[in-house]
């Protein structure tokens, strides 16, 4: 599956020609981190980040500017308890993401607050390798669960990826190319083989406004799979193109209109067999968003429509080492969501939002074994929910909430949460705040679980509940301690149980109990604005093993501008053992293992040059060329490195 990564070569000309001119403008001054940090997940409004009794993890601009080269992947895995399988594997791999210790299916992922998910996948989980990074205008993590806002999936976290906006200027437009390796531990043959370029064009025209954006990446120089002998497997290739295009209107300051279409496509190579090449297996990807957001603000309040589309197919071709031939499958699956949400102040200090959301997801596939028709494998939810929000000027915030599910298939189901936040010491230069939430939360089963030949529609919702207990604490602005204390129970989980007759295998909800608890801590220190240092551990206990989730993991991040126009930082990272299990061909039995810890050094550093509009960008990742195990059997990349350049104007 070789091909050479498309090179824009008259776009490039165009934005280095414009970059240049643009050298000649007033510098672009960046922008200045507000004292009381805003965000929209907790609500789905706008809400003073100190308001909220949840834990809410903040990647700003900034932030993704400073590390312009790496992926979505490579940031959300630095956040205290999140844990992404696969996340130092070959990018050809699937990557699976895990919050405090909960599997990929119960964390939400959002685009610009839509829900996403793949409805021909089992667990019908969102691939985060379809986005850009440099699409990306800034990422909000909420932990716990959060199923009354959000509905299904949102039982350990949910990740909001905020995409970027039209720029104030008239026009305005980057463009950025990055190069590097792929290489594992023992090789350093692959020198050219991660490449990355990104267009991005954005302005205002009177009410008229728009953002469009391009990116392409490629990826080749090593295998999937890890050899057990130092045989030479084969190299296993990732391309991707991922396009967006932004489009809104004010109709003057009441009623404005929001528009977005998104188009990402991904190729790849790929090893089923852990220890084992394959030169056959591939697939391909590729997803269609498209969707709209009326807004109209009125004297006590805001209401909106968010209604979006999302088209995803996938064609995997693998040969099978017991049939001898190869199997071509196609998975068709298409999700509709409409969101109609209310918010309205009584007083400063009440409001309430409402809302009423709609969804349908459908699943169509044609597989060796066994078909699912679209027309069968359906469902559609209909779940009105509430939340109200008290602030006080004294300190105190609360917020209080239900959903009710209304699904077609099993029926009614009843969330709720509570979280609560009190500001001590409000005027000192100490500050300390303590927080606290109860949230239960459900997952519906997929289409998959449903329907295939493997499903059952007895089938009832994961549920869990979940505790936290914490405070967050700071002294002018120079140093920030967050700690919270989390506890989940987890029951009916949806599992596969054998069989001894054809199908050989049926979905059913477990009887089994599984219980969760840990702590996450953050130490922020900026002695002067220069330098900023950075800790966070995390620990998680559970009561049943869950596969590649470490009880310990600590990450330290040192952040230093030497001049006006540089930056360097690095990045030290100690993740403690693994649980791992895998099925074994030759003894036809599920073997357990433990994978040793492992440390990480990263480093990444830019320059501005003109007046900032040209960056130069570079980076190197385990720096001290650690090997281990990411994945089983899979290879695990070794030291890379990557440069680039970055124009803006």
Same mark, same amino acid.
């Given at each position: 599956?070789?091909?050479?990564?498309?090179?824009?070569?008259?776009?490039?000309?165009?934005?280095?020609?414009?970059?240049?001119?643009?050298?000649?403008?007033?510098?672009?001054?960046?922008?200045?981190?507000?004292?009381?940090?805003?965000?929209?997940?907790?609500?789905?409004?706008?809400?003073?980040?100190?308001?909220?009794?949840?834990?809410?993890?903040?990647?700003?601009?900034?932030?993704?500017?400073?590390?312009?080269?790496?992926?979505?992947?490579?940031?959300?895995n630095?956040?205290?308890?999140?844990?992404?399988?696969?996340?130092?594997?070959?990018?050809?791999?699937?990557?699976?993401?895990?919050?405090?210790?909960?599997?990929?299916?119960?964390?939400?992922?959002?685009?610009?607050?839509?829900?996403?998910?793949?409805?021909?996948?089992?667990?019908?989980?969102?691939?985060l390798?379809?986005?850009?990074?440099? @699409?990306?205008?800034?990422?909000?993590?909420?932990?716990?669960?959060?199923?009354?806002?959000?509905?299904?999936?949102?039982?350990?976290?949910?990740?909001?990826?905020?995409?970027?906006?039209?720029? *104030? =200027?008239?026009?305005?437009?980057?463009?950025?190319?990055?190069v590097?390796s792929?290489?594992?531990?023992?090789?350093?043959?692959?020198?050219?083989?991660?490449?990355?370029?990104?267009?991005?064009?954005?302005g205002?025209?009177?009410?008229?406004?728009?953002l469009?954006?391009? =990116?392409?990446?490629?990826?080749?120089?090593?295998?999937?799979? *890890?050899?057990?002998?130092? %045989?030479?497997?084969?190299?296993?290739?990732?391309?991707?193109?991922?396009?967006?295009? *932004?489009?809104?209107?004010?109709?003057?300051?009441?009623?404005?209109?929001?528009?977005f279409?998104?188009?990402?496509?991904?190729?790849?190579?790929?090893?089923?067999?852990?220890?084992?090449?394959?030169?056959?297996?591939?697939?391909?990807?590729? @997803?269609?968003?498209?969707?709209?957001?009326?807004?109209?603000?009125?004297?006590?309040?805001?209401?909106?429509?968010?209604?979006?589309?999302?088209?995803?197919?996938?064609?995997?071709?693998?040969?099978?080492?017991?049939?001898?031939v190869?199997?071509?499958?196609?998975?068709?699956?298409?999700?509709?969501?409409?969101?109609?949400?209310?918010?309205?102040?009584?007083?400063?200090?009440?409001?309430?939002?409402?809302?009423?959301?709609?969804?349908?997801?459908?699943?169509?596939?044609?597989?060796?074994?066994?078909?699912?028709?679209?027309?069968?494998? =359906?469902? =559609?939810?209909?779940?009105?929910?509430?939340?109200?929000?008290?602030?006080?000027?004294?300190?105190?915030?609360?917020?209080?909430?239900?959903?009710?599910?209304m699904?077609?298939?099993?029926?009614?189901?009843?969330?709720?949460?509570?979280?609560?936040?009190?500001?001590?010491?409000?005027?000192?230069?100490?500050?300390?705040?303590?927080?606290?939430?109860?949230?239960?939360?459900?997952?519906?089963?997929?289409?998959? @679980?449903?329907?295939?030949?493997?499903?059952?529609?007895?089938?009832?919702?994961?549920?869990?509940?979940t505790?936290?207990?914490g405070?967050?604490?700071?002294?002018?602005?120079?140093?920030?301690?967050t %700690?919270?204390?989390?506890?989940?129970?987890?029951?009916e989980?949806?599992?596969?149980?054998?069989?001894?007759?054809?199908?050989?295998?049926?979905?059913?909800?477990?009887?089994?109990?599984?219980?969760?608890?840990?702590?996450?801590?953050?130490?922020?220190?900026?002695?002067?604005?220069?330098?900023?240092?950075?800790?966070?551990?995390?620990?998680?206990?559970?009561?049943?093993?869950?596969?590649?989730?470490?009880?310990?993991?600590?990450? %330290?991040?040192?952040?230093?501008?030497?001049?006006?126009?540089?930056?360097?930082?690095?990045?030290? *990272?100690?993740?403690?053992?693994?649980?791992?299990?895998?099925?074994?061909?030759?003894?036809?039995?599920?073997?357990?293992?433990?994978? @040793?810890?492992?440390?990480?050094?990263?480093?990444? %550093?830019?320059?501005?040059?003109?007046?900032?509009?040209v960056?130069?960008?570079?980076?190197?990742t385990?720096?001290?060329?650690?090997?281990?195990?990411?994945?089983?059997?899979?290879?695990?990349?070794?030291?890379?490195?990557?440069?680039?350049?970055?124009?803006?104007?």
């Open positions: 599956m070789k091909k050479q990564l498309l090179i824009v070569g008259v776009l490039t000309c165009s934005f280095v020609s414009t970059s240049l001119f643009a050298q000649k403008k007033e510098k672009q001054k960046e922008k200045v981190e507000i004292l009381d940090e805003i965000v929209v997940t907790a609500t789905k409004f706008k809400l003073k980040k100190e308001q909220i009794g949840k834990v809410i993890y903040t990647i700003s601009q900034k932030e993704i500017v400073n590390n312009a080269g790496k992926t979505v992947i490579d940031l959300l630095n956040i205290p308890g999140i844990e992404i399988k696969g996340s130092n594997s070959n990018p050809s791999e699937p990557k699976s993401t895990y919050v405090r210790g909960g599997r990929s299916r119960q964390v939400l992922i959002l685009i610009d607050g839509v829900p996403v998910s793949d409805p021909s996948l089992i667990n019908q989980e969102y691939d390798r379809l986005l850009s990074l440099n @699409q990306i205008q800034s990422i909000e993590v909420l932990k716990g669960a959060s199923s009354t806002l959000y509905g299904s999936g949102a039982a350990t976290g949910v990740i909001n990826i905020i995409l970027k906006k039209a720029s *104030k =200027n008239t026009v305005s437009g980057s463009y950025e190319v990055t590097g792929n290489n594992d531990a023992e090789s350093t043959n692959s020198i050219l083989s991660d490449k990355n370029q990104n267009v991005n064009l954005s205002i025209f009177g009410k008229f406004n728009f469009s954006s391009f =990116n392409l990446t490629g990826t080749d120089g090593l295998s999937a799979a *890890k050899s057990k002998t130092n %045989t030479d497997f084969e190299e296993d290739s990732y391309y991707s193109k991922n396009g967006l295009l *932004k489009l809104g209107y004010t109709f003057n300051e009441k009623l404005s209109v929001e528009s279409f998104n188009f990402d496509e991904f190729e790849y190579d790929y090893d089923t067999g852990i220890w084992e090449d394959s030169d056959i297996n591939n697939g391909e990807q590729t @997803q269609l968003r498209f969707g709209v957001r009326p807004t109209y603000k009125y004297n006590k309040g805001e209401v909106y429509l968010l209604a979006s589309f999302n088209n995803v197919k996938r064609t995997d071709n693998n040969f099978s080492t017991f049939s001898n190869i199997n071509t499958s196609v998975f068709k699956g298409e999700s509709t969501n409409l969101d109609l949400v209310n918010k309205y102040s009584f007083s400063k200090e009440f409001q309430l939002i409402t809302g009423l959301n709609y969804q349908k997801h459908t699943n169509n596939a044609t597989t060796p074994f066994g078909d699912i028709d679209k027309n069968i494998a =359906n469902f =559609n939810t209909i779940d009105p929910y509430a939340s109200l929000v008290y602030v006080t000027d004294a300190g105190l915030s609360v917020n209080v909430g239900g959903r009710l599910n699904h077609s298939n099993y029926g009614n189901h009843l969330v709720y949460d509570a979280n609560a936040s009190y500001q001590f010491l409000k005027n000192s230069d100490f500050k300390l705040r303590g927080l606290t939430s109860y949230s239960t939360a459900f997952i519906a089963p997929s289409t998959y @679980q449903l329907f295939s030949v493997y499903g059952s529609t007895d089938l009832k919702p994961e549920t869990s509940s505790f936290e207990l405070f967050d604490s700071s002294y002018k602005k120079t140093v920030n301690f %700690t919270v204390y989390f506890n989940r129970v987890e029951n989980a949806i599992i596969f149980n054998n069989l001894n007759v054809a199908p050989w295998g049926i979905y059913g909800n477990s009887t089994e109990t599984v219980k969760l608890s840990g702590v996450e801590s953050v130490l922020t220190i900026k002695p002067f604005d220069k330098l900023k240092l950075t800790s966070s551990y995390t620990f998680t206990d559970k009561s049943v093993d869950v596969d590649y989730i470490p009880t310990h993991k600590f990450i %330290t991040n040192v952040e230093y501008y030497p001049t006006e126009n540089s930056f360097v930082a690095l990045t030290f *990272k100690n993740v403690g053992d693994r649980f791992a299990r895998y099925y074994d061909n030759s003894t036809f039995s599920t073997v357990e293992t433990t994978l @040793q810890k492992y440390n990480l050094l990263d480093f990444n %550093t830019n320059y501005k040059l003109l007046e900032g509009t960056i130069l960008l570079g980076s190197v385990n720096l001290l060329n650690e090997n281990y195990d990411d994945i089983l059997g899979f290879s695990t990349r070794g030291r890379n490195y990557k440069i680039g350049v970055r124009l803006q104007f």
